[in-house]
């Protein structure tokens, strides 16, 4: 999975696993050529999901690139692209995809053109069947305001727990976004603009709020079109931003520990175990040491019962690539997002 979009990752790693996929995530395009170039060979993936905007090196870019390697030919690459355009999809078969499937996601649609370029193995490695068997949660989700609970939570296969921790996560990050749109409108900086608007753009649609996927959706086309005021609508669509997010913390505030299982899962969790791993693991990233991977595991058992899985994964992704510099920015996202909780949590 090639996608920058942390939320993005999260709800595909969730809908394929679930399914008994085994996910591997790149965060940009650079990344997946290194993995699938630089790796065993022939490469132990049976498909590749590439998003198309993304920092650094993008969709288009990262696929004629593979497409030069021999070995990777027959590999196949699906587009996922926020633009059902004739043209958009043309210019992926020209780059070297295959298909292309819609964002937001719809798992439905997401099956469909998975089984289209790529048969189940008849044997599931270990702990697989476990992990897709997990039966749905019954946490009991409250209405907000602005939010299509029910859209959301198909797009991530029922799974509340999921739904509600992305809810929260980008009312946590909300106001952070909004201080990097007005950083690139400053700037001068329409292109970053444009990608800040289009991921905040495919978060909203993923988990279902409306109003924002609109302002976004606006504000992009504001930002491609010329004698529009900009900043207007950037003013109109940080608003809506916060509204939303107020929305979501007003009702959440008081439904994080309403749900008995997860009261006892939280109860496992050491607060100070997490916080000497979190300690350890930085100071062999600082100085690029090679026992980071064996730490990491450490801090995987000890954050595993509040921290998201695919966002670990993606992490420890990092250090197995000895890419150190982003190793060091996943923990302090980590640590940032989920150490406001631990003294809660004592």
């Not at 965060?27 to 699938?36: C, M, Q, T, Y």
């Not at 608007?197 to 909203?204: E, L, S």
Request: hydrophobic share 45%.
């Amino acid at each position: 999975m090639v996608e920058d979009n942390e939320v993005n990752q999260q709800v595909a790693t969730e809908l394929l696993e679930r399914a008994g996929a085994i996910v591997r995530i790149a965060n940009h395009g650079g990344e997946a050529v290194r993995i699938l170039t630089e790796g065993e060979q022939p490469v132990p993936f049976d498909i590749v999901f590439m998003d198309l905007q993304m920092p650094g090196m993008d969709g288009f870019t990262a696929s004629r690139l593979l497409r030069a390697h021999p070995q990777l030919q027959g590999l196949p690459i699906i587009a996922m692209t926020a633009h059902a355009l004739v043209e958009e999809r043309q210019r992926c078969l020209d780059a070297g995809m295959n298909d292309h499937v819609s964002k937001p996601i719809e798992p439905d649609a997401l099956f469909v053109t998975l089984m289209r370029w790529a048969k189940p193995r008849k044997v599931q490695a270990a702990g697989v069947e476990d992990r897709a068997a997990k039966p749905v949660n019954e946490m009991i989700l409250p209405e907000i305001d602005g939010v299509d609970m029910t859209g959301g939570l198909k797009r991530v296969a029922g799974n509340k727990r999921l739904y509600r921790d992305l809810l929260i996560q980008f009312a946590a990050k909300q106001a952070e976004v909004n201080s990097q749109i007005l950083a690139a409108i400053e700037s001068g900086d329409n292109k970053l603009l444009e990608r800040i608007t289009h991921t905040a753009k495919g978060v909203a649609g993923n988990i279902g709020l409306g109003s924002v996927f609109i302002a976004a959706e606006q504000l992009e086309r504001a930002i491609r079109e010329a004698g529009v005021d900009v900043p207007t609508v950037t003013e109109e669509f940080t608003l809506v931003m916060s509204r939303q997010a107020q929305a979501i913390q007003n009702v959440m505030h008081d439904v994080m520990l309403d749900w008995p299982a997860e009261r006892e899962t939280i109860s496992n969790f050491d607060p100070l175990t997490a916080s000497a791993a979190v300690a350890h693991l930085r100071a062999l990233l600082e100085s690029s040491d090679a026992d980071a991977e064996e730490a990491f595991h450490t801090l995987e058992d000890a954050l595993g019962a509040i921290c998201d899985k695919s966002r670990l994964s993606a992490f420890g992704a990092a250090i197995s690539e000895f890419d150190f510099d982003t190793a060091r920015m996943k923990l302090d996202e980590i640590t940032k997002e989920y150490s406001a909780n631990w003294e809660q949590i004592k």
